[in-house]
Nanobody
Framework: QVQLVESGGGSVQAGGSLRLSCAAS????????MGWFRQAPGKERERVAR???????VYADSVKGRFAISRDSAKNTLNLQMNSLIPEDTAMYYC??????????????????WGQGTQVTVSS
């Protein structure tokens, strides 16, 4: 059974940094995609960043140059380093993963596994 558990959220002032982590248990696919999504109150869930089994990364335009996604296969964790945070980054952040997949889907409905979310709040 696959379980994703996020950690690292919190409150920070604009310009600050946070590092999110997602511990994946039972996730052993050889071809896969993992990513971070976020959802602010009253808004749709949006993709933030994703990484595939080859290490290829894709970022939303709104976070390019500020966020970095990485995967530690030895520890089976997914990380999101967030720098230069702005109030618009305030949201619940979710870790997500596909089943066996050669590519990274952009639509959140195509991810089979989800964490419970971790709150990120950026104050101005």
């Amino acid at each position: 059974q696959v379980q994703l558990v996020e950690s690292g959220g919190g409150s920070v002032q604009a310009g600050g940094s946070l590092r999110l982590s997602c511990a994946a248990s039972g996730y052993t696919y050889s071809r896969y995609c993992m990513g971070w999504f976020r959802q602010a109150p009253g808004k749709e869930r949006e993709r933030v960043a994703r990484i595939d089994w080859r290490g290829v990364t894709v970022y939303a335009d709104s976070v390019k140059g500020r966020f970095a996604i990485s995967r530690d296969s030895a520890k089976n964790t997914l990380n999101l380093q967030m720098n230069s945070l702005i109030p618009e980054d305030t949201a619940m952040y979710y870790c997500a993963a596909t089943g066996f997949s050669f590519y990274c889907p952009g639509v959140y409905s195509q991810y089979s596994y989800w964490g419970q979310g971790t709150q990120v709040t950026v104050s101005s």
